[in-house]
C-alpha cells in the first residue's frame, strides 16, 4: 500500500503569511494528488486536484505543485478563514490514502 | 445541488452489526463511483472502501477487510456500508464521498454519521 506522509503535523503561522505544506508518498503516484481543507465538525473540501489544478471556486492564493512523490500546498496569504486541517491524498492506486494531516493554528 | 446524506450511525456494544446509508441527489448516481472514508474522533482520515458505478468492482481498505461490506442500489440513489463484528477502533464519523470521473478525486463529501462502539 502506498503511505501518505505530511509535514508539519502543526504549523502555527499570521494572517498574512505564506504557508507551506509538505506531502510525500512511500511511491511514485504520478500527479495523482489531491489536497483538502477540513474544519472542525465538517466533511472536508477539495482544493487541489492532479497536484496542481485548483478546484472550481476555491481562493487562488492556494495553489499545488509536485509529482511523483514529493507535493506542495501553498497558501500565498493566510486568511482568518484558512485556519483548518489540510490532508494531501494519493488516487494512483484504487483506494485513496490520506496523509495524517497539517494543523493550520493561530500564531 | 449535489447532497449526500448518511445515516445509520449510532451507539452499538462491541460485537455487533450496523447499516450506515448515503442517499444522494442532484447528479446521475448510477454514473459514479463511490467511497466510503472514516475519521476516529480528533484523528485523520481512513479511506475505507470503493464501490464501482454499476456496483461490479469493490474494494476494501485491509483494516476492514472481512468485516465491512460495501454495497448500492442504484436505484433508490443509496450506497451502504454493512458493518460487522464491531470494536471501539470503529468509533468514527463515517463519510461517504463522490469520486469524479475521469479523475478520481472526492468532490463531493456528506455530512457524516457517528459511530460509537461502546459497552
Known amino acids: 500500500d502506498i503511505q501518505m506522509t505530511q509535514s508539519p503535523s502543526t504549523l502555527s503561522a499570521s494572517v498574512g503569511d505564506r504557508v507551506t505544506i509538505t506531502c510525500r508518498a512511500s511511491?511514485?503516484?504520478?500527479?495523482?494528488l489531491a489536497w483538502y481543507q477540513q474544519k472542525p465538525g465538517k466533511a472536508p473540501k477539495l482544493l487541489i486536484y492532479d497536484a496542481s489544478s485548483l478546484e472550481s471556486g476555491v481562493s487562488s492564493r492556494f495553489s499545488g505543485s509536485g509529482s511523483e512523490t514529493d507535493f506542495t500546498l501553498t497558501i500565498s496569504s493566510l486568511q482568518p478563514d484558512d485556519f483548518a486541517t489540510y490532508y494531501c491524498q494519493q488516487y494512483n492506486s484504487y483506494s485513496g490514502t490520506f496523509g495524517q494531516g497539517t494543523k493550520v493554528e493561530i500564531k | 445541488q449535489v447532497q449526500l446524506v448518511e445515516s445509520g450511525g449510532g451507539v452499538v456494544q462491541p460485537g455487533k452489526s450496523l447499516r450506515l446509508s448515503c442517499e444522494v441527489s442532484?447528479?446521475?448516481?448510477?454514473?459514479?463511483?463511490m467511497h466510503w472514508v472514516r475519521q476516529a474522533p480528533g484523528k485523520g482520515l481512513e479511506w475505507l472502501a470503493v464501490?464501482?458505478?454499476?456496483?461490479?468492482?469493490?474494494f476494501l481498505a485491509d483494516s476492514v477487510k472481512g468485516r465491512f461490506t460495501i454495497s448500492r442500489d442504484n436505484s433508490k440513489n443509496t450506497l451502504h456500508l454493512q458493518l460487522n463484528s464491531l470494536t471501539e477502533e470503529d468509533t468514527a464519523f463515517y463519510y461517504c464521498?463522490?469520486?469524479?470521473?475521469?479523475?478520481?478525486?472526492?468532490?463531493?463529501w456528506g455530512q457524516g454519521t457517528l459511530v460509537t462502539v461502546s459497552s
Open positions: 464521498a463522490r469520486e469524479r470521473p475521469y479523475s478520481s478525486v472526492f468532490d463531493y
Open positions: 442532484g447528479f446521475t448516481f448510477r454514473s459514479y463511483s
Open positions: 464501490m464501482s458505478s454499476d456496483g461490479s468492482h469493490t
Open positions: 511511491q511514485s503516484v504520478s500527479i495523482w
